[in-house]
Nanobody, 127 residues
Framework: QLQLVESGGGLVQPGGSLRISCVVSGFGLDYYRIAWFRQAPGKEHEGVSCITGSGGSTAYAEPVKGRFTISRDNAKNTVYLQMNSLKPGDTAIYYC????????????????????WGQGTQVTVSS
C-alpha cells in the first residue's frame, strides 16, 4: 500500500488559481493510477480527475473540465492538480488516492475503486 500526502491547499478568490500536490511513497509508481477526489461539507466524495501510471491518459469530471489539469512527475513521485478559474463550488477537502492498475482511466472516477488515500488538503474559494 502506498503512502500519499497532499499539500498546497489554501484560500483563493473566485477566478483565481491554485496548484495542489500529492507526493506518493512506494515502489513501482508507474503501475498506479492516481486520482483526485473532493469532499464538501455534508457531501460524498466526488471524483475529480484521474491519471494513469505513465501519465498517458487522463480523465476529468464534467464540472472541472477545461479548468483543471492533472499531471504527474514520477521522478519526483508527485502528482499535481492545477486548478484555474476557481469557483466557490470548488470549495472542499481535496484527497489523492491510488489504485494498482494499468490502462486508461475510466469515465467515472469512483472512490470505492481506490484503496490508498492521503489525508487531504483544504481548498477554500471565497471573496
Amino acid at each position: 500500500q502506498l503512502q500519499l500526502v497532499e499539500s498546497g491547499g489554501g484560500l483563493v478568490q473566485p477566478g483565481g488559481s491554485l496548484r495542489i500536490s500529492c507526493v506518493v511513497s512506494g515502489f513501482g509508481l508507474d503501475y498506479y493510477r492516481i486520482a483526485w477526489f473532493r469532499q464538501a461539507p455534508g457531501k460524498e466524495h466526488e471524483g475529480v480527475s484521474c491519471i494513469t501510471g505513465s501519465g498517458g491518459s487522463t480523465a476529468y469530471a464534467e464540472p472541472v473540465k477545461g479548468r483543471f489539469t492533472i499531471s504527474r512527475d514520477n521522478a519526483k513521485n508527485t502528482v499535481y492538480l492545477q486548478m484555474n478559474s476557481l469557483k466557490p463550488g470548488d470549495t472542499a477537502i481535496y484527497y489523492c488516492a491510488a489504485r494498482r492498475l494499468r490502462g486508461s482511466c475510466p469515465e467515472r472516477i469512483l472512490a470505492i475503486d481506490f484503496g490508498s488515500w492521503g489525508q487531504g488538503t483544504q481548498v477554500t474559494v471565497s471573496s
